[in-house]
């Protein structure tokens, strides 16, 4: 009997394991019962037929029980690898890295300024990042991946980028009439800036030049 036999009949190998159990548990209680009378213990067959078998079924249901938590916490664990490695992906690309570059180095500190003479290379650049901003708060919404395991290398990037383009998108927000404007680039940016004030006291954005 394979493998493949195996996968296909699986309610069969089901029914012969389970029968198999049975037969084995049914010896077993059977044993103890004849070795009990040997020593002049007078006990039901089936009273304690049913008195250990509660018992074990009881401790089989906690014990899937726990099986069940630990393979959902792996299954969790699984996802927040996932989640971060597209994350991780996403930051960490060569054009999103570009772009952020140019955001930092070129990008005039006045909207108005900029948004008028923005080229059409900054223009991409401006919009590579805010939609990468945007992807992020996506994957990281309704806490699909816990704070601590992202925020330390999350909150750099993100805080920089929006330390540029956030006054750059309250323009537009206004200018447009569209209250709704990169709102979840906004609000992933709030929630860094909240985590850094906490677990990075003092540290503040420089910009230095020819940064690696």
């Not at 690898?81 to 005039?108: H, K, T």
């Not at 927000?173 to 979840?184: I, L, S, V």
Request: glycine share 4%.
């Amino acid at each position: 009997m394979n493998s493949k036999w195996l996968e296909r009949h699986p309610l069969t190998v089901f029914l012969v394991v389970t029968t198999f159990g049975l037969m084995v548990w049914v010896g077993m209680l059977l044993t103890v019962w004849l070795f009990l009378g040997l020593f002049g213990v007078d006990t039901s067959y089936w009273a304690m037929v049913e008195a250990l078998s509660t018992a074990v079924a009881a401790a089989a249901v906690l014990g899937a029980g726990f099986v069940a938590s630990r393979e959902l916490n792996e299954l969790s664990a699984s996802r927040h690898l996932e989640v971060a490695d597209r994350l991780f992906s996403e930051l960490n690309s060569a054009e999103n890295i570009a772009a952020r570059r140019w955001v930092y180095q070129n990008l005039p500190e006045d909207p108005a300024e900029g948004v008028r003479t923005m080229t059409p290379e900054g223009q991409a650049a401006v919009k590579t990042v805010l939609n990468s901003l945007d992807r992020v708060a996506f994957l990281t919404q309704s806490d699909w991946i816990p704070e601590e395991m992202i925020m330390p290398w999350l909150n750099p990037m993100v805080v920089k980028a929006w330390q540029k383009l956030g006054p750059y998108v309250a323009y537009e927000r206004q200018r447009r009439h569209e209250p709704d404007y990169y709102r979840t680039a906004r609000q992933l940016a709030e929630r860094c800036q909240a985590w850094r004030r906490i677990h990075v006291a003092g540290a503040e954005i420089t910009w230095v030049e020819d940064a690696l």
